[in-house]
């Protein structure tokens, strides 16, 4: 398990949210199976993961599947029609019947692309058809592609190219700490530093590199643990500096033309402007301006009952410059925050003496359960260790330890897409909807 793979299991929402349903627009289509009949012409019809009841002014046959066109949708009522003309399957004759309805071309992408969407019972219309043609080519990771994408459907998220990029760049392999000191060696070009905003990046990006409070909290392993407050107060810090801060940040940056610069004091307005200001050679700031709005857009609040948060971090851990990935998911409260009672916080480290290790921990009313993944051979003696400070300090804070367990890898990699997976606390059952086919 890595940290690429804790996004894309963010990214890969196993199921529509509950109101996905009144989210689909006029001209998509989708895959659909008719279950059962009821009285008054009324049947059972599931349409992916979602079974709700329609009315039929058309004549279906139970047990059978059907292309279905979305003809209007005003969140009381969806109106459906059946599609003539496409194999009722999902075949490779179908794919190719769908892009003839579409009127696309049979090109790899689009093949691939259909399958894709098929396979994930998602919606498909000739506008993401189209775009997709514009953002995917020979060399872009088609994985990494489909998996932002399909967020963007579920999400309903605008389907834009800066999106896509965004939900792309945070899936990156490459650390970010190792970007932003590519992007620091860039700055250092003389033909910048005439540049107004070339400086004032420069030091945000050293302050974030050397953060010394976020460095403190993960090297006390050979110290005492810091305070809870300790910890939130550089937490709090760290999203600030990176211009996490999202309401926040797009009200500075409409402000910028009014008041000064030094107003912007986080990385990613920061980037913004510099980005304006170094013209072609701007395109050098494009993957960590991307990378902080997928953290974003996978951090934006639901309309659900549950929140999750991601945000990595770069960290000094001894002499090893690193990320520490961070995961919050939990239920949210009424002012809209992650309810600290019940909750999982999931960090993914890369430590220079035990390596790849994750730190599971879920929250119930206060009583936590911590699992860390490892395979070194010494890490239970270090949690042994620790063991009865990290109890004193959690017990000022009013939380209870339950247990500190240690599994290797292999034990975990079978569980990783349900338990990595915030959504899918959010599985949806039968969902009654009134629609008209």
Known sequence: MNPVHMIQSLLNVENLPKDSLFSLRQGQLIYGKVQKFFQNNTALIQLGNVKLYAQLKASLSAGNSYWFEVQSND?????????????QNTSQQSIHSLLKHFQLPETKINLQFVQFLLSKNLPITKGHLVETQNWINKKTDFPKATAAIEYMIKKDLPFTKQIFQSLVAVQESKSFTSQLEQLGRFLEDPKFYSLKSTQPLKQMIGNILENSSINQVFSSIDDQLPSGTEVKKMLESMIHSLGLEYDKEV??????KQESFESLDSLKPLLLKAMSELGNSGRELEPIINRLTGMQLISQETNGPMLQILMQLPILLGEKKSDVTLQWSGRKTSNGQIDPNYCRILF???LQSIQHT???MHIQNKLI???VINDTKEIETIITTLKPSL???LDELG?????????????????DEDQMNSSILLKDGYQEVDIKI
């Open 399 to 415: 939380y209870n330890l339950s247990f500190i367990k240690v599994i290797p890898p292999y034990e975990k990699d079978k569980l």
């Open 251 to 256: 009200e500075v940056w409409s402000k910028v």
């Open 358 to 360: 994750v730190i599971d």
């Open 348 to 350: 993914y480290l890369e």
């Open 391 to 393: 109890k004193e300090k």
């Open 75 to 87: 969140g009381a009522e969806i109106h459906l029609k059946v599609v003539e003309g496409i194999g």
């Open 369 to 371: 359960h911590i699992t």
